[in-house]
């Protein structure tokens, strides 16, 4: 076996004790790495229903199982923890380098515990782990924290600017331009004084099969880039205008929410997409070794992403792509996810708006947005109460009916009254309301390929508007968990890498003979580990169902006919979907799935 150390590294840093753990081949065959090693390994070194914030809260951070082999697009790289948004697993995927660069030091895995004294951060190198004092780094933002330590000792890094300091629930960590969103991994990397990671390795990452994977990675590649590739539309539309370029066409969808969820029609849209402003992009941007660069960079600022268009764009009536890019740049800076800052600013200004709050904000007023995005960064003023996210500010004001989330966890850019599918994954979703996790758009916006239920790569579209046959929903989620365990791209990925080539690629780089069931296999029991471990630290999340007002009303896009998603059409889906997955009705996997998928309890 080869492209894997079988080590892990341990640190307890309130003891300062640094500790290296062997991996088990079998272990490695069931789990690979990135989100399989990752959920694993958080259920297992986590003891009992810790506080997010606290010791007991392992932050565990796993290179993708195919970092470092140099098939195009996969050194995707993730955190995975606790989350204080949700109280389930805080998981996020990014494209930043330190997954390679960990690897380089000898490493598939590192396991965080306990909490520094003062600020410090961690640097990790092949001969050697030190937690160092992050003296003058404090309140620091983030693009001049990683700057500062990447001149220092080189390497990668990944940190957090003041949001992670100050406990921002939605916090991020961030590097290379990448940033780990959602779920508040900012935070928790905060809560242990940790400044930032920084890796600098030089060992190579020898693959098992050297020649069969370098005949994979120039077919993958041709994929991409030859006339009649099957990647090549996709892969031409990103490199050329990334993710923003959806934004007009979402909305002739009526699927672009506007105005806190209550349309999904944004009248300026278009000024919105990359189309509109090609004239401005001053660069690309892109993941780790990643030859795509969908990152489109509006003037020097930042490249913004097609959520981030909505969250902090149509969402808040704000139709100025240059506007849209300051707040952008300055979430990205605090170190804020754009997606649930956008929508607790959305809520503010309904709560405003109907004058549940004094504070006056504005939809559309662009100067009171970053002002309040800077007090909640530093926790100041409306900030404290901002920093919370929505399902808090709406128990806080009694409006828990207006705050749009799921299990805590506001949504991105897809309206689920018009896109039923993917409203069905928000729900079914392992760290609460989420496009990147069943991905279901890549099926329901157009005819797609996709595994079905034994792993077989088919041409299928899925019906938006029904809420029969979601089948498919459970089939992508186990899918869309391979690309995050193995470090590949979803975005553009999805359109080559079946199960059959991703388990040439894992026998290639790692020297594991799976056929492409079983590799589909791997990414079900993966899914159901996450379940399981949302289960065992929130059990009330099988009771209940939080369908917001938004959802259940009408949408006033005329050519949808009064499309809505009610809490009657959520519940039946949910019940289809549990049956699919051989889960009891309160969505809990069974003794024989899970003997089937080989999980010990």
């Not at 961030?174 to 508040?184: H, L, N, Q």
């Not at 660069?283 to 490249?303: F, M, S, T």
């Not at 600013?345 to 800077?374: N, Q, T, Y």
Request: contains cysteine; glycine residues 12%.
């Amino acid at each position: 076996m080869s492209g894997v150390w079988k080590k892990i590294l341990k640190i307890d840093l309130s003891e300062g004790v640094i500790e290296k753990e062997e991996l088990d081949d079998e272990l490695i065959r069931k789990y690979l790495g990135g989100n399989g090693l990752g959920i694993k390994l958080l259920r297992e070194k986590t003891e009992g229903k810790p506080e997010a914030f606290s010791k007991e809260n392992p932050l565990i951070f796993v290179p993708g199982a195919l970092n470092g082999s140099q098939i195009p697009m996969t050194e995707k790289c993730g955190f995975y923890s606790k989350s204080p948004l949700t109280d389930i697993m805080a998981e996020g995927i990014f494209g930043g380098s330190l997954g390679e660069e960990v690897k380089k030091c000898g490493f598939d895995a590192v396991v965080i515990k306990g909490r520094c004294d003062e600020l410090s951060y961690l640097l990790i190198e092949e001969d050697g782990v030190k937690i160092k004092k992050a003296t003058g780094l404090g309140g620091i933002g983030t693009k001049k924290t990683e700057e500062v330590l990447k001149e220092r000792h080189g390497g990668s890094a990944a940190v957090i600017g003041p949001a992670g300091e100050n406990l921002v629930k939605f916090a991020i960590i961030t590097g290379d331009d990448r940033e780990v969103g959602r779920t508040g991994l900012g935070a928790v990397m905060g809560w242990k004084n940790l400044k930032g990671i920084v890796a600098n390795g030089w060992k190579d990452v020898e693959p098992s099969k050297p020649e069969k994977l370098k005949e994979l990675k120039s077919k993958a590649f041709s994929e991409f880039t030859k006339e009649d590739g099957e990647g090549k539309e996709s892969y031409d539309a990103y490199s050329s205008h990334g993710t923003i370029k959806f934004s007009g066409m979402a909305s002739e969808l009526g699927i672009f929410p506007t105005r806190y969820w209550e349309s999904g029609e944004f009248e300026e849209a278009d000024k919105l997409s990359s189309y509109h402003w090609e004239d401005h992009i001053s660069g690309d941007n892109g993941c780790n070794r990643c030859p795509c660069r969908c990152g489109q960079v509006y003037e020097d600022i930042v490249d913004v992403e097609y959520e981030t268009s909505f969250a902090l764009g149509s969402n808040l009536e704000i139709g100025s792509i240059e506007d849209v890019a300051k707040a952008n740049y300055l979430c990205d800076d605090l170190g804020m996810d754009t997606i649930s800052m956008g929508n607790v600013l959305g809520f503010l200004m309904k709560l405003s708006e109907i004058g549940v709050i004094d504070e006056d904000i504005s939809f559309g007023d662009e100067k009171k947005i970053r002002e309040i995005i800077r007090k909640t960064g530093f926790r100041e003023n409306i900030g404290e109460i901002a920093a919370e996210g929505v399902k808090k500010i709406g128990e806080r004001f009694d409006k828990e009916e207006l705050a749009v989330h799921v299990n805590g966890l506001s949504p991105p850019a897809y309206d689920p009254r018009a896109l039923k599918g993917m409203g069905l994954g928000f729900y079914t979703s392992t760290r609460g309301a989420c496009h990147l996790r069943s991905d279901c758009d890549g099926i329901e916006l157009s005819e797609g390929k996709s595994p079905n239920d034994s792993g077989e790569w088919v041409t299928m579209e899925g019906e938006r508007d029904s809420v029969e046959d979601k089948e498919y929903v459970a089939w992508r989620e186990n899918y869309i968990t391979l690309h995050d365990t193995l470090g590949s791209c979803k975005l553009t990925g999805r359109s080559v890498y079946s199960p059959e080539l991703m388990s040439r690629f894992v026998d290639a780089h790692l020297g594991i003979d799976l056929s492409a069931e079983e590799i589909y296999k791997a990414g079900e029991r993966i899914y159901n580990l996450e379940r399981l471990y949302g289960l065992e630290q929130k059990p009330e999340i099988k009771e209940g169902l939080h369908v917001p007002e938004q959802f259940s009303t009408p949408t006033p896009v005329e050519h949808l006919d009064g499309a809505k998603l009610t809490e009657k059409q959520v519940k039946k889906m949910l019940k289809d979907y549990y049956e699919t997955r051989n889960w009891d009705e309160k969505g809990v996997p069974t003794e024989e799935k899970l003997e089937e998928l080989e999980i010990k309890v």
